[in-house]
């Protein structure tokens, strides 16, 4: 089985910087998602990690640690926009092709 | 607009009915999963259908089934409902079922069961 675990909550202000933390643990890992969920509303693909370091897009940089199972979102800029729940997920080597695993997903608040 | 359609957006029901949710793909995508969402369980993958066959099964009850047509579109039947069933049920497409594949979300059927 799998185990990923990121803060429930995470409250920070516009044009600040927040970096939403995830652990996971599994079995044979196979890749990291970072989905963006509005409330009511469909998650949206951020990022994908699959080897060690840093992914940039624009405002948004998801880095990946294999050897210690974890990976970071890192917002820049924040907007009210952004507030929204963050979920991590992993994908596990030798699971049926595609199957995700997530995370409870962080709820981030930003304040004016 | 991720491209994936989900019907009906809302659905009431009573407790021992049963239900069909449909989704469409993105265009080109053979590989559709089907999540629950409930406030106490997050997102928990049902099933997966590629190119008409079920691939994985996750946390479906037997209560619940799936099936993908040769247009590709897919459906979830659920039946004998239970409270409990009230959730967001989400369809992801993706082009095929590769490793690396991402999935792209519909926006759900909001399911309520009185």
């Known amino acids: 089985g799998q185990n990923i675990d990121q803060p429930t909550e995470m409250t920070a202000t516009e044009g600040a910087i927040v970096q939403i933390n995830c652990t996971y643990q599994?079995?044979?890992?196979?890749?990291l998602f970072w989905y963006q969920q509005h409330a009511g509303e469909a998650p949206t693909f951020l990022s994908y990690?699959?080897?060690?370091g840093l992914e940039e897009k624009g405002r948004f940089s998801s880095f990946l640690s294999r050897s210690k199972g974890y990976s970071y979102l890192l917002l820049k800029e924040l907007q009210m926009k952004d507030s929204a729940s963050y979920l991590c997920?992993?994908?596990?080597?030798?699971?049926?092709?595609?199957?995700?695993?997530f995370g409870r997903g962080t709820q981030l608040t930003v304040w004016p | 607009d991720s491209g994936v359609t989900q019907t009906p957006k809302h659905l009431i029901t009573a407790t021992g009915q049963r239900v069909t949710l449909r989704c469409s793909p993105r265009?080109?995508?053979?590989?559709v999963y089907w999540y629950q969402q409930s406030l106490d369980q997050g997102l928990q993958f049902l099933i997966q259908?590629?190119?008409?066959?079920?691939?994985a099964k996750g946390n479906i009850l037997e209560r619940f089934s799936a099936q993908q047509f040769p247009d590709l579109h897919s459906e979830l039947n659920l039946s004998s409902l239970e409270l409990g069933d009230s959730a967001l049920y989400f369809c992801?497409?993706?082009?095929?079922?590769?490793?690396?594949?991402?999935?792209?979300f519909g926006p759900g059927t909001r399911l309520l069961v009185l």
């Open positions: 992801a497409s993706s082009v095929a079922a590769s490793y690396q594949e991402t999935q792209y």
């Open positions: 599994t079995s044979g890992f196979n890749g």
């Open positions: 990690n699959v080897l060690d």
């Open positions: 997920a992993v994908r596990e080597r030798g699971s049926t092709l595609g199957r995700l695993y």
């Open positions: 265009s080109g995508d053979l590989s």
């Open positions: 259908y590629y190119n008409g066959e079920e691939r």
